[in-house]
Each structure stands twice: as C-alpha cells, then as structure tokens.
C-alpha cells in the first residue's frame, strides 16, 4: 500500500506550482514604496487634505498588497491539505501500535504523520502556509481599520463642505 501513496508530495506541489503559474498572467501588486514603519497619526482629524490621500493610498497600497500575498498562499493550501488529508488516513491505517488497546484517532495521526517523512514535509508546508495566511489577514485587517479611520475624516470633511 506505501507504493500506492509514496511521492504524492511531488505531484501535489507540482501542482500547487502550477496553479500558481496558470494565474500568472494577472497583474498582481507589487510591494509598495512605503515600506518603513510608520506611526499613525492620534488625531487624524489634524491632517490635511493631501495627508489624508496620502495616508488612503499608502494604506489601500499595502491591503491590495498584502491580500494578493494571501490569496496566492490560500490556492496553495487549497491543494495541499486535501492530498495531506488523503494521504494521512492512508497511512493512518497501516499504523503498527504497540498494544490491542483502543487508540485516540489523534495518536493514530500523530504516528502517522511523525513516521513518514513525506507526510511530514506536507504537514510542515500546511503549518507554514496556514501561519503565513494568518499573520497576512491579521495585517489586512490592521490596514483596513487605519484605512476606514481615515476614510471616515476624508467623508466627514467633504459633508462638511457640501453644508457650507
């Protein structure tokens, strides 16, 4: 049975390549220019008129950025986990244990995905991607409530106008 599961990592990566390069053509956000740290300001009511635009596309620059990063590690994940998945019950059921006892499904895994190398380079791409994705949504969302704040100014300001 192992050499009907062995070298799934290859295809299934090959794969995620692949549908990486069909998408290609896209055009995809490159780094923005502002890439320092920054401090928001406290009271962005004080900014002017050009510092609030300034701020909505340095901000919009960085979301559109940090969402195509995203939504290229979410394809590869999508490619992924189900081959680990598949895989692992695979070898969960050839999994030798040391006693008759009824084992936790969890411990059954674990064994499995510890006692086959392949299976723990897939496991160890999976924790990798689901972090990245993570940490960039985090980001995301970080920007996107610095962005609304700002939005928030920039239309209370053109209301204001409108009345006067």
């Known amino acids: 049975?192992?050499?009907?599961?062995?070298?799934?990592s290859s295809p299934v990566l090959g794969l995620t390549a692949?549908?990486?390069?069909k998408y290609a053509h896209f055009p995809e956000p490159v780094e923005p220019e502002w890439g320092q740290n920054f401090s928001f300001p406290v009271d962005a009511e004080q900014l002017n008129d050009t510092e609030l635009d300034t701020w909505m596309l340095r901000l919009g620059a960085w979301r559109g950025y940090v969402s195509?990063?995203?939504?290229?590690?979410e394809g590869q994940l999508a490619v992924i986990e189900p081959a680990f998945e598949m895989k692992v019950g695979v070898v969960m059921s050839t999994v030798d244990?040391?006693?008759d006892r009824r084992t936790v499904k969890e411990i059954v895994r674990s064994l499995a995905i510890m006692g086959n190398a392949e299976l723990t380079t897939l496991w160890d791409e999976i924790l990798?991607?689901?972090?990245?994705?993570?940490?960039l949504q985090k980001k995301y969302d970080f920007?996107?409530?610095?962005?609304e704040t700002i939005s928030r100014v920039v239309s209370r300001r053109g209301q204001e106008r409108v009345r006067f």
């Open 97 to 99: 244990l040391p006693s």
């Open 68 to 73: 195509s990063l995203a939504s290229n590690l």
């Open 1 to 8: 049975m192992e050499n009907n599961i062995q070298n799934i």
């Open 128 to 135: 990798k991607l689901k972090g990245e994705i993570k940490i």
């Open 143 to 147: 920007y996107t409530q610095q962005f």
């Open 18 to 21: 692949e549908l990486t390069d």
